[in-house]
């Protein structure tokens, strides 16, 4: 069993830079692959990006690449998401998940935290 608590959102303006922090409890926090993912007002949730157990591998949405992120530190387990360049269209609520290597889908879920983008 993984809970995940999700912090760092805020309001900030069209171009600022937000750092999103998940903080896993639980055992084996290494072995999961760990993902964020958003959802805009009125939209289902999107994939954002997502990172491997070993924090060596990732996978972005072709939206964010170049603009967002993810990293981990397996010693603190916490994932994280810098979010930079950020735009109006990337307002929304902002969630981390974590699946085992062995399922394709997320288990886990945190309860989100929110971004708001102004312009």
């Known amino acids: 069993q993984v809970q995940l608590v999700e912090s760092g959102g805020g309001l900030v303006q069209a171009g600022g830079s937000l750092r999103l922090s998940c903080a896993a409890s639980?055992?084996?926090?290494?072995?999961?692959?760990m993902g964020w993912f958003r959802q805009a007002p009125g939209k289902g949730r999107e994939f954002v990006a997502a990172?491997?157990?070993?924090?060596?591998?990732?996978d972005y949405a072709d939206s964010m690449k170049g603009r967002f992120t993810i990293s981990r530190d397996n010693a603190k387990n916490t994932v994280y998401l810098q979010l930079n360049s950020l735009k109006p269209e990337d307002t929304g609520v902002y969630y981390c998940?974590?699946?085992?290597?062995?399922?394709?889908?997320?288990?886990?879920w945190g309860q989100g935290t929110q971004v708001t983008v102004s312009s």
């Open positions: 998940a974590a699946r085992s290597r062995a399922t394709p889908a997320y288990n886990y």
């Open positions: 639980g055992r084996h926090f290494s072995s999961y692959v």
């Open positions: 990172i491997n157990g070993k924090g060596d591998s990732t």
